[in-house]
């Protein structure tokens, strides 16, 4: 029997039904535009990265004691394929999940998952409240800054980074290009 392969509308029902914060469904769509943009920028499959990117936290509302854990069964009940379930479970690694990333996929989430939201309080706190004008200029000068968005864990996403063979710059870059074309849906 072939492998059942998830569709977009599929990904966003199973994604609603698990996500009433509009805090967690803005962070969804950040990370899902991220990772649309990234996957076409790379020759990848955007569907498949977007549908991963919208998913990743599917267990964090209703299940935050077993973030990363619980998601295999939601998705294994759902007949997902391993691939994105694996892909899902590790953007957590070393957080709250022993599986490493592997695949560019799997590392690109790992990295962006927290960067998106440093780039969201940074359009935050600007006059705009936008991404429309926002440049990995501003972003790279509230990095720097240790005490703006403390919560953020800086290391993970340069450890990331590093993984992805890219400049921490240029990944802002394109995280804030990936975040634009998903503007309307964060209210940025």
Not at 6 to 26: C, G, M, R, V, W
Not at 64 to 71: F, L, N, S, Y
Request: hydrophobic share 40%; with cysteine; charged share 30%.
């Amino acid at each position: 029997m072939p492998e059942h392969i998830p569709t977009y509308d599929e990904a966003q029902a199973i994604f609603k039904e698990f996500n009433q914060t509009e805090s967690l469904q803005k962070h969804a769509y950040a990370v899902e535009g991220v990772m649309a943009y990234l996957a076409r920028k790379a020759g990848e499959d955007e569907t498949k990265w977007r549908i991963i990117g919208l998913v990743h936290d599917l267990d964090y509302e209703r299940f935050p004691q077993e973030h990363c854990h619980k998601i295999r069964q939601l998705l294994e009940e759902r007949d997902w394929p391993e691939e994105y379930i694996r892909a899902a479970i590790s953007h957590g690694w070393g957080i709250c999940t022993d599986v490493e990333p592997q695949t560019s996929l799997e590392k690109t989430l790992y990295t962006i998952d927290e960067l998106t939201g440093f780039i969201t309080a940074v359009a935050l706190v600007r006059p705009s409240r936008s991404l429309a004008d926002l440049e990995a200029k501003s972003v790279m000068k509230k990095w720097k800054d240790r005490a703006f968005a403390a919560g953020v864990d800086r290391s993970l996403i340069e450890k990331g980074a590093a993984m992805l063979g890219v400049e921490l710059r240029d990944l802002v870059t394109d995280v804030i290009s990936g975040m634009r074309e998903v503007a309307a849906k964060l209210g940025l």
